[in-house]
């Protein structure tokens, strides 16, 4: 597999419901990214990871909980989520620290998640 | 704070026509500026950018953009769209020392035959 991989491509959950979203980057990048795309809004930058450490968190809600646990890997745990949270979710990798590379990421195909 | 402004929500073209998205920006100094593009059901994919350096710049899928300072603006454009050009498109930029990609709204582009 090449490029920025996220499962599931879809996800229906209840508002009680506990669920994870995860990413996976085959491209050898220092940093990944948690965007939410909603409809008629500018992508929203949710959580940044440079290196494994956490260096953005846009905030927030607590209901909304990243994990990073290696450079190739970014979960997105979800837990007692409201209907307003239904959304597109885009998982993004980028190698930072290299000159002209700013601003250059790569985007999974994302995560569609709905709130009933 | 800085801003992207696509004052297009949705443009239609006809196959082979030109085509020109609006982009401007809000802030004092230079940003860098990009291009991206989503097909549906996928993820976004980066058209082009500028940084610096000549204010033409060319990016894939035939498209290019120009960077006009006194205008603050980052148009992009294609002589000829094909129906595989249909998708949304999105202009963000990055303050050089803020290296964070504030996204405008985005345009939807259909191409009718």
């Known amino acids: 597999e090449t490029g920025v991989t996220q499962t599931p491509r879809h996800l229906v959950m209840g508002m009680t419901n506990k669920k994870s979203l995860k990413c996976e980057q085959h491209?050898?990048?220092?940093?990944m990214y948690w965007y939410k795309q909603s409809a008629k809004k500018p992508l929203e930058l949710m959580f940044v990871y440079n290196f494994k450490e956490q260096t953005e968190n846009n905030s927030v809600p607590s209901r909304f909980s990243p994990e990073c646990p290696n450079s190739s890997h970014l979960f997105l745990h979800l837990h007692t989520l409201q209907p307003e949270d239904s959304a597109l979710y885009l998982c993004?990798?980028?190698?930072?620290?290299?000159?002209?590379?700013?601003?250059?990421?790569?985007f999974g195909e994302g995560s569609r998640l709905t709130v009933l | 704070a800085q801003s992207v402004t696509q004052p297009d929500i949705h443009i239609t073209v006809s196959e082979g026509a030109s085509l020109e998205l609006r982009c401007n920006y809000s802030y004092g100094a230079t940003p860098y500026l990009f291009w991206y593009v989503q097909s549906p059901g996928q993820g976004l994919q980066l058209l082009l950018k500028y940084f610096s350096g000549d204010t033409l710049v060319q990016g894939i899928k035939g498209f290019e953009a120009e960077f006009k300072r006194s205008q603050s603006s980052f148009n992009l454009r294609k002589p000829s769209v094909h129906w595989s050009d249909a998708a949304e498109y999105f202009c963000?930029?990055?303050?050089?020392?803020?290296?964070?990609?504030?996204f405008g709204t985005g345009t939807r582009l259909t191409i009718i035959p």
């Open positions: 993004a990798s980028s190698q930072e620290g290299t000159s002209g590379n700013t601003g250059e990421l790569f």
């Open positions: 491209l050898g990048h220092n940093a």
């Open positions: 963000a930029v990055v303050i050089f020392g803020n290296e964070k990609l504030t």
